[in-house]
Each structure stands twice: as structure tokens, then as C-alpha cells.
């Protein structure tokens, strides 16, 4: 019995051993999407907008900004045509995937134009590779500067 335990636990330790791995390997690919997305956009490349879902959500730095993937490809036009949109680089990226790796969910640290933010997404993994389900952008305040950013906020709301 003790020889079937131990068989037993080594092969536990060899799969899971196996797979982590192959985990790696599928969060370097998540990576590398995520990454050329951004550099797509950086060079206002139109496989930028091939890397949604057509029924994709995004959510930017003001309160308005909730479009679907039709309004934010609208909003963005302007960027597009004039061939200068938004740099994102990212300084550091957490990537989190279902036990299928169907779905796939990040956050991640940027420099950008507006100094850092910080984002998070959703991805589904189409088996022909991923696309972009939801993406949510956001300016990282430091805390010693809250105070005085959110009475900005509310003196600016009140004028409006």
C-alpha cells in the first residue's frame, strides 16, 4: 500500500510539475497579445480593433467613457486618421486563466501619456487565438495625493 501511495504522489508531482510549464507558456502568449494590442494602437495599426469581440466592452479615465466596441472604434476614429493614438507600456502585468483557459483575466501596471495607470481585462480564447471581451483603464493616484484629487473631482463636478 505504501508503494502505491508513494506511485501515486510522485505522479501527482510529475503532472503537476508538467503543467506548470505549459501555464507559463500560455501566460507568455496572453502577454504577447496583450503587448502587440498595445503596440497596434501606439502605431495605429487597424489589427488593433481586430482583437475585440464585436460585442466588447471599454471603459476609459472619465466617467463617460463606457462605450462598446462600436463607440469606442467611433471615438477612437479621429486618432486613427490622423495615424497618433495612445502609447501603453506595460511596467507590469498579473494574467489569471480558468482551468480550460477559455477565459483569461489580467491587470496590469502602464506608462503611458497620462503617467502611470493601471487596467484590467477580459479575454476569451477563441482556439484561434484571443480577443478582447472587456478592458478597463484607470489612473493610478498616489494615496498622498487623494485628498487634494478628489476635491478637484467634486469642485469640478459641482460646476457642471
Not at 70 to 96: C, H, L, M, P
Not at 132 to 149: G, K, R, T
Amino acid at each position: 500500500m505504501k508503494k502505491l501511495a508513494f506511485a501515486i504522489a510522485a505522479l501527482l508531482i510529475m503532472l503537476g510539475a508538467s503543467a506548470a510549464p505549459a501555464d507559463a507558456e500560455f501566460r507568455q502568449q496572453v502577454n504577447a497579445f496583450v503587448d502587440s494590442w498595445h503596440d497596434d494602437a501606439a502605431n495605429t495599426r487597424p489589427d488593433y480593433w481586430d482583437k475585440f469581440t464585436p460585442d466588447a466592452v471599454f471603459i476609459g479615465t472619465d466617467k463617460s467613457e463606457v462605450w462598446s466596441y462600436k463607440e469606442f472604434k467611433a471615438w477612437a476614429k479621429r486618432f486613427w486618421d490622423r495615424k497618433k493614438a495612445w502609447t501603453f507600456t506595460a511596467q507590469k502585468r498579473n494574467v489569471y486563466f480558468s482551468p480550460d483557459k477559455k477565459y483569461v483575466w489580467f491587470d496590469e501596471q502602464l506608462n503611458t501619456q497620462m503617467g502611470t495607470c493601471q487596467a484590467s481585462g477580459v479575454l476569451v480564447n477563441t482556439g484561434k487565438g484571443f480577443k478582447i471581451e472587456h478592458y478597463q483603464l484607470s489612473l493610478a493616484v498616489p494615496n498622498p495625493l487623494m485628498d487634494s484629487f478628489t476635491k478637484a473631482i467634486r469642485e469640478h463636478e459641482s460646476r457642471q
